[in-house]
């Protein structure tokens, strides 16, 4: 594991973006697991700069993004596609029809975790993997619990990370309770993982994913045992 400690979220960010800018450079096709939250706004915004500085090219990238809340449509400023479309994917060369994200309005929620994983796997698995962590340690909406969960599975949201994400809604009651994300062994099974985090309320759950036993209470802890992991972390 590379963990590596910085100064601000502008420096996290700027060096985010240099190692996901280095993926797509060394391999153009490159399948990118992306991710949501306030943690990689800015290194979306770098990327982007690159982007249309020329610097970079995602004409043939193809993303798969970690999980989506249950019930919100993709044109809900609050789903997930939205939130990607707007930081992210309206503002590179990538075709929108090379990005995917899990659909948390299908009528059988079962059945699209099954297509989100033989999708992956078609894509022949994830190049670069791009995470933040939850208070928790949740990665994805992989929430602690008893057992790590292998596939893309529907959750409950912990009351906690319902608290947590009620800043992006107008009142807590709108938080939906039930999320979509990509399992362990996708995440598990990338060829790298980039986890980022920002902010000293992060410094105890960084300290117990990484440095403290291997545990499903601790999802993020699992990571410890992937064998191309950088993460990034920036207490201010
Ligand atoms: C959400 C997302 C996670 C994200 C986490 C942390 O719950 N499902 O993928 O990592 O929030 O968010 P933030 O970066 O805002 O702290």
Redesign the pocket.
Known sequence: MKYIKVKTYEELSRKAAAVIAAQVISKPNSVLGL??????IGTYENLAKACDNGDLDFSDVTSVN??EYVGLSTDNDQS?RYFMNKNLFEKINIKMENTNVPNGCAADIEAECKRYDALIEDLGGIDLQL?????DG????NEPCEEFVKGTNRVT?DPS?IE??ARFFASIDEVPRE?V?MGMQAIMQAKKVLL????KN?AEIMEKAFFGPITPKVPASILQLHPDLTVIYSEN
């Open positions: 991710a949501t939250g306030s943690s990689p970690l999980d997930y995470l933040g962590i939850g208070l949740h990665i994805g909406f949201l990370t947590a994400n999320a994300t980022i985090a920002n902010g992060k």
